[in-house]
Nanobody, 118 residues
Framework: QVQLVESGGGLVQAGGSLRLSCAAS????????MAWFRQAPGKEREFVGR???????YYADSVKGRFTISRDFAKNTVYLQMNSLKLEDTAVYYC????????????WGQGTQVTVSS
């Protein structure tokens, strides 16, 4: 059973940067789709972006141009580089995995808090 563990969250001022990491406890298949989601207080969970096994990347419009997803197969780790952070980026960030594009994300991490202050 693959487990995902996020890290790298914290408190940052608006305009600053953070990099989140999502480490898999077991080797994920090379074609797994890895995604980032976030959930702000009182709001529904929101898709942030995803990366496929072949490197295809898709971002939500709300983060396009500011966030970058990458993956390191050797380290079984996916990253979310967040730049130009805004107050509205404050949320718990989760990574998730699915075996194929369009499939349900059935593997989730525990989440890491990102708080952007003014």
């Amino acid at each position: 059973q693959v487990q995902l563990v996020e890290s790298g969250g914290g408190l940052v001022q608006a305009g600053g940067s953070l990099r989140l990491s999502c480490a898999a406890s077991a080797r994920t298949r090379i074609n797994y789709v890895m995604a980032w989601f976030r959930q702000a207080p009182g709001k529904e969970r929101e898709f942030v972006g995803r990366i496929t096994g072949s490197g295809g990347i898709y971002y939500a419009d709300s983060v396009k141009g500011r966030f970058t997803i990458s993956r390191d197969f050797a380290k079984n780790t996916v990253y979310l580089q967040m730049n130009s952070l805004k107050l509205e980026d404050t949320a718990v960030y989760y990574c998730a995995a699915t075996p194929y594009i369009g499939g349900a994300y059935n593997i989730w991490g525990q989440g890491t808090q990102v708080t952007v202050s003014s």
